[in-house]
């Protein structure tokens, strides 16, 4: 059962994604708890822009942790 929602940002997702060691030991926390992890449409747009080809398996990886929000 989730306990709550947290919506990411792009500048958390980027910090999770270089793995800084706060930020990613928060998160792995609130996501043990079973916190949902929603990323808007626009993070992933933005996180793909200013990302190397090599590093997409590991987005992917991250955003298959994440609920996908609806935007309309």
């Known amino acids: 059962m989730t306990t709550g929602h947290i919506v990411l940002d792009t500048d958390i997702v980027i910090h999770l994604l ?3 060691a706060v930020i990613l030991d928060r998160f792995v926390a609130l996501y043990e708890d079973k916190v949902a992890m929603l990323i808007s ?3 992933v747009a933005e996180i793909y822009a ?3 080809t090599r590093e997409h398996k590991q987005i ?3 955003f298959g942790l994440c609920r996908l929000l609806e935007l309309d």
């Open 18 to 20: 270089k793995k800084q």
């Open 50 to 52: 200013g990302a190397f």
């Open 60 to 62: 992917e990886a991250f």
């Open 41 to 43: 449409p626009i993070v």
